[in-house]
């Protein structure tokens, strides 16, 4: 599974692996919105979280994630906002493209918990693709910069 995390607020960009059961996810980071476009032309992903973005980051992201543009479109989106003001000027925008947009932070357990659960969905997804086993993943120890 491939992961890419679009956070502004990052202070490095690269990637790491995490454990997904029986499997590794790839989760590459991206600080700025050009880094992020260049990922996603250059590789497919299943998940894209767009971390601490604020009104015109998360609106400039969306203007990307377009069917007309030379990029692989995710899978799935989900945005991430601490602030109310931003979440509130973003919400409409995400929900018309039909990607959630939570407001907290990472370390919020509500946040954290809709997360566990999107990357246990999309891990039976690729498994029903796949003609492999589906059974529910238990994802542990897993924490998002």
């Not at 767009?50 to 989900?78: F, W």
């Not at 039909?98 to 969905?121: A, S």
């Not at 999309?122 to 029903?128: G, I, K, P």
Request: glycine share 4%; proline share 4%; aromatic share 8%.
């Amino acid at each position: 599974m491939n992961i890419l995390i679009y956070n502004p607020t990052a202070e490095r960009k690269g990637g790491f692996i995490i454990d997904v059961g029986q499997e590794q996810a790839q989760i590459d980071i991206a600080v700025t919105l050009p880094d992020a476009v260049q990922c996603m032309r250059s590789a497919y992903y299943e998940l894209l979280l767009a971390e601490n973005i604020t009104v015109d980051e998360g609106t400039a992201l969306l203007d990307e994630l377009q069917p007309e543009t030379n990029i692989y479109l995710p899978s799935h989106v989900i945005g991430v906002t601490p602030e109310w003001e931003d979440y509130q000027a973003l919400f409409d925008a995400f929900d018309d493209q039909l990607f959630p947009l939570l407001i907290g932070e990472m370390k919020d357990e509500m946040v954290m918990d809709r997360l566990m659960n999107k990357l246990q969905y999309l891990t039976a997804v690729d498994r029903q693709k796949n003609g492999t086993e589906n059974r529910k993943e238990v994802f542990e120890n897993v924490s998002f910069i």
